[in-house]
Each structure stands twice: as structure tokens, then as C-alpha cells.
């Protein structure tokens, strides 16, 4: 019995979301004000481990779906992808040369979705 792609991807997504959320609202709340290292390393560790389950979810769903739904999704990922890494290293230029102020590093995955986003329905049109 095979098993939808996107299923899949919606409730691994939903998943690995739940966790991120849950430990960044209990950041937020100051439920790990005092932890020290080494527990700081791996509080960060907990919070980046969902985002690579997410974008691990997503190239699974591309590995599974098919040719069409595989280039729906494909394209706008390596377009936004591109683009993100262009922007962060930009702005990371930008506060090395003209003193713009600093963005944390974290920044990158919602620019990812931003730019993913942004980019799909062009990429889907360049597509037809």
C-alpha cells in the first residue's frame, strides 16, 4: 500500500513544527532563562533539529511524488534557496562594510519560506 507524499509531508511538517513552536514558546516564556552551557548548546541543538526534519520532509516528499509534483516543488525550492543565500550573504556584507545592523543567523530559514513564497508562482508560469 503506498502512502500519499504530501500526506506525508503535512503531518511530518505539522510534527516537526509542533516541536519547533513548543520549544520557542517556552523560550519566550523564560523556561530556559538559567540553563548554561552545556546545556545552551544543546537547547540550540533542539531547536534547529526540527528545521532540518522539516527540509529532510520536504526533499522526501520530492523523492516520493511524482515527476510533476517534484518539479512544482523542486523549482521554487532551488530558486529560493539561491536567492536566500544571496540576500543573507548581502546583508552580511552590508554589516561588514557599511555598518547596517547585524541579523541573527536563524533569519535564513524564514527567508528561505519567504523567497519559496515568492518565487513559486513564477517558477510554476516559467514551468508550463
Given at each position: 500500500?503506498?502512502?500519499n507524499?504530501?500526506?506525508?509531508?503535512?503531518?511530518r511538517?505539522?510534527?516537526f513544527?509542533?516541536?519547533?513552536?513548543?520549544?520557542?514558546?517556552?523560550?519566550?516564556?523564560g523556561?530556559f532563562?538559567?540553563?548554561a552551557?552545556?546545556?545552551?548548546?544543546?537547547?540550540?541543538?533542539?531547536?534547529?533539529?526540527p528545521?532540518?526534519?522539516?527540509?529532510w520532509?520536504?526533499?522526501d516528499?520530492?523523492?516520493n511524488a511524482?515527476?510533476?509534483?517534484?518539479?512544482?516543488?523542486?523549482r521554487?525550492?532551488?530558486?529560493?534557496?539561491?536567492?536566500?543565500?544571496?540576500?543573507?550573504?548581502?546583508?552580511?556584507?552590508?554589516t561588514?562594510?557599511?555598518?547596517?545592523p547585524?541579523?541573527p543567523?536563524?533569519l535564513?530559514?524564514?527567508?528561505?519560506?519567504?523567497?519559496?513564497?515568492?518565487?513559486?508562482?513564477?517558477?510554476?508560469k516559467?514551468?508550463?
Amino acid at each position: 500500500m503506498s502512502t500519499n507524499p504530501m500526506r506525508t509531508y503535512v503531518i511530518r511538517t505539522v510534527l516537526f513544527m509542533g516541536g519547533y513552536v513548543a520549544v520557542n514558546v517556552a523560550a519566550i516564556f523564560g523556561a530556559f532563562d538559567d540553563v548554561a552551557r552545556p546545556g545552551s548548546y544543546i537547547l540550540a541543538l533542539a531547536v534547529a533539529a526540527p528545521v532540518a526534519g522539516h527540509i529532510w520532509a520536504l526533499l522526501d516528499c520530492m523523492k516520493n511524488a511524482d515527476e510533476y509534483v517534484r518539479g512544482i516543488l523542486a523549482r521554487p525550492f532551488i530558486v529560493a534557496a539561491g536567492l536566500a543565500v544571496a540576500v543573507f550573504t548581502g546583508w552580511g556584507f552590508l554589516t561588514e562594510y557599511a555598518d547596517v545592523p547585524h541579523a541573527p543567523g536563524w533569519l535564513i530559514y524564514p527567508l528561505l519560506w519567504a523567497m519559496f513564497g515568492l518565487t513559486a508562482p513564477f517558477t510554476h508560469k516559467l514551468a508550463r
